[in-house]
């Protein structure tokens, strides 16, 4: 089976850097995951990473270290939009595995 | 694109009552998955389809959930009879393959409250 664990809350103010850590165990794992969930909507991709290293979208970076079975999402220049929970998930031979979510709160 | 539609988007029964979910995912997406949302959880997968075929289904409760993907297009989820923990939001997703990156677009979903 898996298992992931992220903090679940994380408030900072526009324009700061938050980290979002991901662990997790699993008995396969081919690659992780990042999806973003505004209140009341739809779970929108972010991010994949398979191999160890940093890979960077826009302001939103995700990093990926398979021998710690760890990662994290980078937001830079946080805006109010990005206000929202963020779910990291493992993925094994064909299915996503989700952790509960971190939920993101931007202050002005 | 169009994307993943769902619906309804809100449904209330009350327990031991029967209710249905519909999902036409992204045209030539060949993959659709059914997840359900408790209330501050992530996504759990209830079940997922590689065409019309059915590729896990290991955490469907099969004595009272269904789910089928007739000619590997549309699906459906039913539930009969419902419990109150069934209460949660079933988000439908799908993608072009089960595969790689394997990025998935998830439906607004149906926000089910079971009474």
């Known amino acids: 089976g898996q298992s992931l664990e992220q903090p679940s809350e994380v408030t900072a103010v526009e324009g700061a850097i938050v980290q979002i850590n991901c662990t997790y165990q699993?008995?396969?794992?081919?690659?992780l995951s990042w999806y973003q969930q505004h209140d009341g909507g739809a779970p929108t991709f972010l991010s994949y990473n398979a191999l160890d290293g940093l890979e960077e979208t826009g302001r939103f970076s995700s990093f990926l270290s398979r021998s710690d079975s760890y990662g994290y999402l980078l937001l830079q220049e946080l805006q109010m939009k990005d206000s929202a929970s963020y779910f990291c998930a493992v993925r094994d031979d064909y299915k996503l595995s989700f952790g509960a979510g971190t939920t993101v709160t931007v202050r002005a | 694109e169009a994307g993943v539609a769902q619906s309804p988007r809100y449904k209330i029964i009350e327990k031991r009552q029967s209710v249905a979910f519909w999902c036409n995912p992204i045209s030539g997406h060949a993959t659709l998955y059914w997840y359900q949302q408790i209330l501050g959880q992530g996504p759990k997968l209830l079940i997922q389809f590689q065409n019309n075929g059915v590729v896990d289904d290991s955490q469907l409760p099969k004595d009272r959930f269904s789910a089928e993907r007739l000619k590997g297009v549309d699906s459906t989820l039913k539930i009969q009879p419902a419990k109150l923990e069934d209460s949660a939001v079933y988000l439908c997703a799908s993608s072009l393959t089960g595969t790689g990156i394997n990025e998935q677009f998830f439906g607004p979903g149906t926000r089910l409250t079971v009474l």
């Open positions: 699993t008995s396969g794992f081919y690659g």
